[in-house]
């Protein structure tokens, strides 16, 4: 009843990551409903209700029995707090990889719900989608009679076909990519080595002192408006590259305004790779486990370093990176970031979700403020300095960009004049783009 992590996987058992999906609603929520479609939804994926366990020198999923596996968790409060309470509340190993909460106004009218969600059983895409499906099944509850509420698969019914006949475990995307030949990851490797040695980068010093008491988690948000978002997409046509790398390029511009000193600096972009799409078959995103691998590029930045050059520079090199197959290389050498954490060290971590469709929802209730925010158990205050991650999501027509960090390291003063300057870098791109020759899409 257990399936063992790949390498890649392990990686992420040490970092202690998850993605907090969110979202606001509006009108009356079905709580008995509610409950059953995420049983529903964690009885078809046996990652959702798992947990993690040593196994010989690695780990491995476990089935959690009945009395262990996730349930929903409903409570009354206020959204605010419940959010911030939720980005600081670990899923700590040996526990379930997944947690559902439901926090309610004293009215009833208004709600917040929050799906965490382990690394190591997703990446962006899958949580975001598995957040939609779970909406999908509450839908399909509330509109059908009582029969069919009946008719929802029971977690304990689950429980005993999977002793029988075993779960369906979704197999380590590692396992799945193209085998790569020894000799070629060889060479990757000892490059990709060579260019870390040869280009280190620099990074964002902390502003709060050390040794300043435990700090919390908080996200920093910006969003654009549906106007200044369909404004970015055009200038990022106009300028043949994605949104992704305006995005990047003004969260570089930040972090090098931020280092002392003038000239140059060299700065690190680190940006997630999607395998799903890249895949054959393609993986679908509905399938719980981690699918994705970074690109880590250096580029020099100085003062006057032109922002909309700077996004064509990293538009086309992660083009270039793709077009090589490196993305699978990437994940073959992954095994190698504990031994040396400088082949993922960025100045700036710039994720991109890409375009997400909202929960659908049945009539008399409505969502909005649909947000993923990254979070973790470790920021090393003690190091003195760290990347600026940014997590890029765009629903309903807005594009939002949220800050995670620790308050130990970053304030949040910090953090929301970092915030401004992006946002002041991306409406400048809205008048300054102009049109070039499209290069090859990337994301």
Do not use: K
């Not at 947000?371 to 300095?385: I, T």
């Amino acid at each position: 009843m257990q399936r063992a992590l790949c390498p890649v996987e392990t990686l992420y058992v040490g970092q202690r990551s998850r993605a907090v999906l969110s979202c606001t609603l509006h009108g009356h929520v079905d709580v008995e409903a509610l409950s059953a479609a995420f049983d529903a939804v964690t009885a078809a994926q046996p990652t959702l209700r798992a947990r993690i366990v040593p196994d010989g020198t690695g780990y491995a999923l476990r089935l959690l029995d009945e009395e262990s596996r996730p349930r929903l968790i409903t409570r009354t409060g206020d959204a605010e707090e419940a959010h911030a309470a939720e980005l600081n509340s670990p899923l700590p190993v040996g526990s379930p990889l997944t947690r559902a909460v439901l926090v309610s106004a004293p009215d009833g009218d208004q709600h917040l719900f929050v799906l965490t969600i382990d690394h190591t059983i997703t990446d962006g895409h899958s949580a975001l989608t598995l957040h939609n499906i779970l909406w999908d099944r509450y839908r399909e509850i509330v509109e059908a009679d009582g029969e069919h509420r009946e008719a929802v698969p029971s977690a304990a019914a689950v429980v005993t076909e999977d002793r029988v006949d075993g779960p369906q475990w979704p197999s380590p995307v590692s396992l799945s990519l193209p085998r790569g030949d020894e000799a070629d990851t060889a060479a990757y490797l000892e490059r990709r080595t060579e260019e870390a040695r040869q280009h280190p980068v620099e990074l964002v010093a902390y502003d709060v002192p050390a040794g300043t008491e435990d700090g919390h988690v908080e996200a920093c948000r910006l969003t654009l408006d549906p106007e200044d978002t369909t404004r970015l997409r055009q200038a990022a046509r106009r300028a043949g590259v994605s949104v992704h790398a305006l995005v990047s390029a003004a969260v570089l511009g930040a972090a090098r305004r931020r280092l002392a000193g003038d000239g140059a600096r060299t700065l690190g972009c680190l940006s997630p790779v999607d395998l799903r799409s890249r895949m054959s078959p393609p993986l679908p995103a509905a399938v719980a486990v981690a699918a994705v691998t970074s690109h880590l590029q250096t580029v020099e930045v100085s003062e006057e370093t032109e922002p909309l050059a700077l996004a064509r520079t990293v538009h086309a090199r992660i083009g270039e990176y793709i077009a090589r197959g490196d993305h699978f290389r990437e994940v073959l050498i992954t095994p190698e970031i504990p031994r040396n954490p400088a082949l993922q060290l960025g100045t700036v971590i710039v994720t991109n979700m890409g375009v997400v469709p909202g929960p659908r929802l049945p009539e008399g209730l409505r969502a909005s403020d649909v947000r993923l925010v990254p979070g973790r158990e470790n920021y090393f205050p003690q190091m003195g300095r760290s990347p600026v991650m940014a997590c890029v999501v765009s629903c309903e027509g807005r594009l939002a960009i949220e800050f995670p960090h620790f308050t130990a390291c970053f304030s949040p003063s910090f953090m929301a004049a970092f915030r401004d300057d992006v946002r002041d870098g991306l409406l400048a791109f809205t008048g300054t783009a102009e049109p070039e020759p499209a290069l090859a899409d990337a994301r």
